[in-house]
């Protein structure tokens, strides 16, 4: 089996996980943050379609899961994202951190405004745009802060179970 | 061509394949799918509720034993003054028992209390739910009230093995019958909006006409009894600012809500003896 969506989909369920207990501190004030747009970078700019499609369609599951969206909603949204991203990374810069952190940036903002849509329009119409503003901002100011991080995680990971991404990046087909 | 070459080649193509499937996934699947995933994920949330629990555990022990000492008198003060109610609730319930008796009213709906901590709290922008550790093995149904000593927390919208999911009272799904303390005319509450850096809110809609309210002269909101779920007089929150609506026949305002909700640590929902009230 291959170990790359494996890796990635676990990764994606830690910071599933990581962004929930950030969120149950945060209600005091009560703000949350969005993560997802995290989910895509890695899998977008290092991996093949196949296994990206796979580990992003699971990783949204497991995000749904808890969440009180219609089940999957998020993983097509993902996958579409994932699918756009595929088709145009031959012609975006993909050496270092800041093309897999601006990739995050913009897709958090697809994913975090097109959440009204998929919640419905009376739940959608109740948030006050202060809100909207300030998690969405925090959301951003957190997925920069994290991104590093985690891009980090799922390469040593990968590294790990025999996945050199780098290398395979530079071979015929590659990312690179 | 090999499925391999298909999926480099067209991969929009094979979004739609996918996207084509989950659609025509038999409804069943889906929910057998998002029941496992959130089993899956739900023992690493128990844990981090549990060790917050041991922290607290451990930052409590470091208080001196005076201190301790006079929380345990606090405590004592508090026990007797509970001692007093439930005696005077016993007398009142007998009492109420014998006039629906007397005049052969329908009984009231009768609970059990479940005590459950919170495991997670998931205030996001647009919805507000909490994660309690207690699910199916404490016979909790969906649709039951959960309370606390402010009032009502919210009602239980997912049941799983040992967790439940519960739609806060500021959460936009929730909406239920309310009415202004010691007036009977029910009208409809909803949670939400939400602003951030403040206490969570609610609106009041279909409110009579004479009932008036400002942030100066606030009315207690409390629950009307209506619909079988919650019962009749628990606390909702302070009806703020009442204003007519356009049709002129209602009012409609804001609520403000208990600011403790939200930074709940645990949870009473009531359990009804009687299944089919739910």
Redesign the interface.
Do not use: W
């Given at each position: 089996m291959d170990p790359r969506w494996i890796v990635i989909v676990l990764a994606n369920?830690l910071l599933?996980?990581l962004g929930?207990?950030l969120?149950?501190y945060?209600?005091?004030?009560?703000?949350?943050v969005?993560l997802l747009g995290l989910f895509l970078p890695v899998a977008g700019l290092r991996l093949?379609?196949?296994p990206a499609?796979i580990a992003v369609?699971l990783s949204g599951?497991?995000a749904?899961?808890?969440?009180?969206v219609p089940?999957?909603s998020s993983?097509?949204l993902l996958?579409?994202l994932l699918?756009v991203w595929?088709?145009i990374r031959s012609r975006l810069p993909r050496g270092g951190v800041a093309p897999a952190i601006i990739g995050a940036l913009l897709a958090n903002l697809v994913l975090f405004f097109a959440?009204?849509l998929l919640?419905g329009g009376?739940?959608?119409g109740?948030?006050?745009l202060?809100?909207?503003l300030?998690?969405?901002g925090a959301s951003q100011l957190a997925l920069v802060l994290l991104g590093p991080w985690f891009f980090a995680l799922q390469e040593q990971a990968l590294l790990l179970m025999g996945v050199n991404l780098a290398e395979e990046a530079r071979q015929p087909?590659g990312a690179l | 061509m090999s499925p391999l070459h298909f999926i480099r080649q067209r991969p929009f193509a094979v979004l739609g394949i996918v996207g084509l499937l989950w659609l025509l996934l038999p409804v069943a699947a889906k929910r057998l799918a998002r029941v496992s995933l959130f089993e899956f994920g739900a023992p690493a949330d128990f844990a981090a509720s549990y060790a917050r629990d041991l922290q607290q555990f451990w930052s409590l022990r470091t208080r001196t034993t005076n201190e301790l000492l006079q929380t345990a008198r606090d405590l004592a003060n508090l026990n007797a003054s509970y001692e007093a109610r439930i005696q005077e609730n016993e007398t009142l319930r007998e009492e109420l028992h014998r006039l629906q008796d007397i005049l052969r009213l329908p009984s009231n709906p009768e609970y059990r209390t479940e005590i459950a901590r919170v495991v997670r709290r998931d205030f996001s922008t647009w919805s507000q739910r909490l994660v309690i550790r207690k699910g199916r093995n404490a016979g909790i149904p969906a649709g039951a009230p959960v309370i606390f000593n402010g009032g009502v927390v919210g009602r239980v919208a997912e049941v799983y093995a040992y967790t439940a999911v519960v739609d806060l009272l500021s959460s936009p799904a929730l909406r239920l019958a309310a009415a202004v303390d010691g007036d009977s005319r029910p009208f409809s509450f909803q949670g939400g909006p939400n602003p951030p850096f403040t206490q969570a809110r609610g609106t009041v809609e279909f409110v009579p006409l004479d009932v008036y309210a400002s942030p100066e002269t606030p009315k207690r909101l409390v629950t009307a009894g209506l619909g079988g779920v919650f019962p009749a007089g628990i606390v909702i929150g302070h009806i703020q600012n009442l204003e007519l609506d356009t049709n002129g026949l209602f009012k409609s305002g804001t609520v403000l809500l208990d600011p403790r909700l939200n930074e709940l640590h645990e949870v009473a929902v009531l359990v009804p003896l009687n299944p089919e009230q739910l």
């Open positions: 369920g599933v996980f929930g207990q969120n149950h945060l209600a005091h004030l009560p703000v949350s969005f093949r379609f196949r499609l369609f599951l497991v749904d899961a808890a969440r009180p089940f999957g993983a097509l996958a579409l699918t595929h088709a959440q009204p919640l009376a739940v959608a109740s948030a006050t202060g809100r909207i300030v998690d969405f087909g | -």
